[in-house]
């Protein structure tokens, strides 16, 4: 006899078999029990879950010689010839192959002869959501008045995709995804029956990699009997599907958490050399910090939400304590990003690595808001100061809507003197584009924290494009992280910017006689 593939040989055959979907089990039963068995009926949800097994379980049950019956027999005529595909009165259509009006007409033709030997003529259309809308109204007529002896059961994994007078006129039935732990626990059962050696691990890879889906983790563990005689183990599962074993996420978070970008390189790199798809690397890597998400904002009160072991969510629990809560969506954000961007690249390596250095060199948009005392190279990193010992003993206190804070008063000229390293600043933290509109204006009034910036009329667009919400306060996050004062800021427009350059300086002097010319902007330096 020819190999029959494991999802094909442990196909449910009856309810109690079928895995994962106990509210769909419980209600069809209690339907075929009262008799109240409607005449169209809609299973949805993503693939590999049950929906055609479900729907040839219920033909059996309908059709069996003792039913309708909650435990179809499986050796009558019906039962084996539905089982087997074959049968006269239990007709199976893609709808993705036979999608056109004709097929349908042919359906409404044949829907008036009786059935065969049976009870029921039953239609059972797979991936309904492929028909054309002209078959779709075609089937409209049939579907609301079919004869007595008549059942449709349409599956699909899209029913958005479905006309709502389609919907209208069917039971739907939304099937889940079949958890971690269900689809683990049928592994292992499996394993016992096929003689088949696995560690958990390795059934929790292959698990993991199924998302959901019973058809896709027993297609997977098919293929990983057949590559050796010794067993399955983690291993095998990580290198044949690419996968990132999840000891490197953790790493490599830990890196990103301690600001370590070296280290995360490093294990980036290793990932890589090891042959793992850099594209399932960037999915895992967000899923990780979605988890992290799920535990610092729920703690095990949404332990649930986490399809992991116990020993799993315990690791996230203790990873999430080292790090707040905006840095892990700022992570999120930039590996989504980054994911969007490698759409462009046609690679993910470089979108990736970026998203590590902004975290990890992002200063107050880094994965963690304080800044850390050294890098991973051991050199501390020179603090950006602004003089400020002739102004030290003023001190004055701003009463804001909230809260009280003290600010160190008159700074104007250090303000305007550091201007350059500060738009400097904004250039390396955020967008280029926020630094070169703050070029074209300058401080123009400092007083009670309240930092206004001037521009002329001709620079009023990049006075617009400063003046939102979300770039003052970044811009304000910044100033007062290196002017150390709450720095608050407006803009105004003035008749004359002072840009403070030192035209004296003798190179500048020169090339202004020379071209004949006279400076218009300084690009900041970082040594200023």
């Not at 490599?252 to 793992?276: H, M, P, W, Y």
């Not at 804001?400 to 550091?418: F, N, R, V, Y």
């Not at 350059?420 to 074209?440: C, G």
């Amino acid at each position: 006899m020819s190999y029959l593939v494991l999802a094909r040989k442990y196909r449910p055959q009856n309810f109690g078999e079928l895995i994962g979907q106990d509210h769909i089990t419980n209600l069809l039963r209690k339907a075929i029990e009262t008799g109240r068995i409607t005449h169209a009926f809609l299973f949805c949800g993503p693939r590999g879950i049950g929906k055609t097994s479900c729907a040839r379980i219920l033909a059996k049950s309908l059709n069996c010689q003792n039913g309708p019956t909650l435990k179809p027999c499986g050796a009558c005529p019906a039962c084996l010839e539905i089982a087997n595909s074959n049968s006269f009165d239990v007709i199976e259509i893609d709808g993705a192959s036979n999608r056109g009006i004709d097929e349908i007409r042919t359906l409404r033709e044949n829907v008036k002869f009786a059935p065969s030997y049976g009870r029921y003529k039953i239609y059972i259309v797979d991936e309904v959501h492929m028909l054309t809308t002209e078959a779709f109204n075609a089937l409209l007529k049939t579907l609301e008045e079919p004869p007595e002896h008549v059942k449709f059961i349409f599956a699909t994994t899209e029913a958005n995709k479905v006309p709502a007078t389609i919907l209208s006129r069917c039971q739907r039935f939304d099937f889940k995804r079949i958890s971690l732990e269900l689809t683990m626990a049928n592994l292992k059962s499996i394993c016992v029956k096929e003689n088949l050696k696995a560690d958990d691990e390795a059934l929790f890879a292959i698990a993991k990699a199924s998302q959901g889906s019973m058809r896709d983790a027993l297609s997977i563990m098919d293929q990983l009997s057949a590559l050796t005689e010794k067993g399955i183990d983690a291993a095998d599962v990580f290198s044949m599907l690419g996968m990132v074993e999840i000891e490197f996420l953790f790493e490599l978070t830990d890196g990103l958490i301690a600001r370590n970008c070296v280290k995360a390189l490093e294990t980036f790199s290793q990932i890589i050399e090891r042959g793992k798809d850099i594209k399932q690397l960037g999915k895992d890597l967000t899923e990780h910090f979605r988890h992290l998400m799920i535990v610092k904002v729920g703690g095990e009160s949404l332990n649930g939400l986490i399809d992991y072991p116990a020993a799993v969510k315990q690791r996230l629990q203790a990873q999430a304590e080292k790090i707040t809560i905006a840095g892990i969506l700022k992570a999120i954000e930039l590996f989504i990003e980054a994911q969007e961007t490698s759409k462009v690249m046609e690679t993910l390596r470089m979108p990736l690595e970026v998203a590590f250095a902004k975290l990890t060199y992002g200063g107050s948009t880094g994965i963690i808001p304080q800044a850390p005392t050294a890098r991973a190279s051991g050199v501390t990193p020179k603090p950006f100061t602004v003089p400020v010992a002739a102004v030290k003993p003023q001190l004055q206190t701003v009463s804001g809507p909230t809260s009280k804070m003290t600010i160190k008063a008159d700074m104007l000229e250090d303000i305007k003197t550091h201007w350059n390293a500060l738009v400097h600043e904004i250039s390396i933290q955020k967008k280029m584009a926020l630094a070169t509109y703050l070029q074209d204006g300058a401080p123009c009034e400092f007083k009670a924290g309240r930092l206004v910036i001037g521009f002329t009329k001709e620079n009023t667009f990049a006075k617009d494009c400063l003046n939102t919400k979300e770039n003052i306060k970044f811009i304000e996050d910044v100033f007062s992280e290196k002017l150390n004062a709450p720095i608050f800021v407006t803009y105004k427009i003035i008749e004359r910017v002072d840009s403070g350059l030192k035209q004296e300086e003798p190179v500048v002097k020169s090339a202004i006689e020379m071209f004949g010319g006279r400076v218009v902007k300084e690009w900041p330096n970082q040594q200023k």
